[in-house]
């Protein structure tokens, strides 16, 4: 009998899969499936095979993804995939402390761009907001120029808070979180545990640790799982969260910034730098108004620190 299932936990060559019917089985992997740096992940859709005899499930076809969640191995230059169809990246933000800032946001972007995956935001604990610290309308608007729509919540008050500066608050971003697959991306300590748990109706506790089969000694894991929550997928992986961006290539970087390529096909040379003082740059030789340069301007910035962090290290230092 054959039917097709996500994988919904992984560990390196067993994995539970939730059947089209609801049930989940444990499952191994048809060899062949698992050579040459393949991988079946978290999110994968799988066609299980189960032996005459009994109960034991295989997986013996990968379905095409639609998207993964990867890092570049540097070195072997090869993807190493630790998720798969997701297709939303949620990324989290505090708006008091941590404070907010701009390049780790824009750090986050290049990986949606990188993954292909639609990116939204949330501005979590409003509740501390102080607009001496920094500007939510600025910087939502900032953000809705690129295409990424923002949210203002605080998990503390789930539903009982009510947006003040923005059109976007719990209920909106409930509406579009609504049957999609996402990952949840921010520093520690934002309110991504707390956001989640309140999302999941307090069914989903991402603080606990998860720990390795009873009777294997001391040994603790890290799975990756897909969390079904009443309105949504969860991914839930250890090998997403770092935000460091090492692997980017510098010369493919430009291309994760695609508001600032447009830009920089004007730069009169091909190799352009596009730092202060480039000659025929077209980022300081233009005729925009404060607000476009401000927007720019600041996203040059990060790119700027960006290109210069990743251009740093030479590959063969790079680990993953
Ligand atoms: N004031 C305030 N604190 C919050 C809010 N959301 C989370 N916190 C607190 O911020 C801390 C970190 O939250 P946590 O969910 O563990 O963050 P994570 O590291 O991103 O998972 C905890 O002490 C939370 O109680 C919020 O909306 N307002
Ligand atoms: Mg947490
Ligand atoms: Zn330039």
């Not at 740096?37 to 990968?62: A, H, M, P, S, Y």
């Not at 294997?216 to 799982?225: A, I, N, R, V």
Request: aromatic share 8%; with cysteine.
């Amino acid at each position: 009998m054959e039917i097709q299932a996500q994988v919904i936990r992984s560990s390196q060559r067993e994995f539970s899969c939730k059947t089209t019917e609801g049930e989940i089985v444990e499952a191994k992997a048809l060899g062949n499936l698992l050579k040459n740096n393949e991988t079946i992940v978290v999110g994968d859709f799988v066609i299980l095979e189960q032996k005459e005899d009994g109960r034991e499930w295989t997986i013996i076809k990968l379905v095409e993804r639609k998207s993964e969640i990867f890092r570049v191995l540097v070195r072997e230059q090869k993807k190493k995939v630790t998720a798969a169809n997701c297709d939303l990246l949620v990324i989290l933000s505090s708006v008091s402390k941590p404070a907010f800032k701009q390049g780790i946001i824009d750090r986050f972007l290049v990986r949606a761009s990188q993954w292909g995956v639609k990116p939204i935001l949330i501005f979590n604990k409003m509740d501390e907001y102080d607009s001496t610290k920094m500007d939510i309308t600025f910087e939502s608007s900032r953000l809705e120029a690129l295409g990424v729509l923002s949210f203002e919540i605080c998990a503390l008050m789930g539903d009982s808070y009510r947006p003040q500066f923005l059109e976007n608050g719990w209920n909106e971003l409930q509406e579009n979180l609504k049957g999609r697959t996402a990952i949840f991306l921010g520093q520690s300590g934002v309110g991504k545990s707390k956001t989640i748990s309140l999302l999941s109706g307090g069914k989903v506790s991402l603080k606990t640790k998860k720990v390795g089969k009873v009777g294997k000694g001391s040994h603790t894991t890290t799975w990756s799982e897909l969390i079904e929550l009443p309105n949504f997928k969860l991914i839930d992986s250890p090998g997403i969260r770092s935000f460091s961006l090492e692997d980017i290539d510098p010369n493919e970087l430009l291309s994760y910034f695609p508001d600032l390529e447009e830009i920089a096909t004007g730069c009169k040379f091909n190799d352009c730098s596009h730092a202060q003082g480039s000659k025929g740059c077209s980022f300081y030789n233009n005729s925009w108004t404060e607000a476009q340069s401000n927007q720019v301007f600041s996203r040059l910035q990060s790119f700027l620190r960006i290109v210069d962090e990743v251009g740093q290290t030479p590959f063969w230092q790079k680990k993953l």
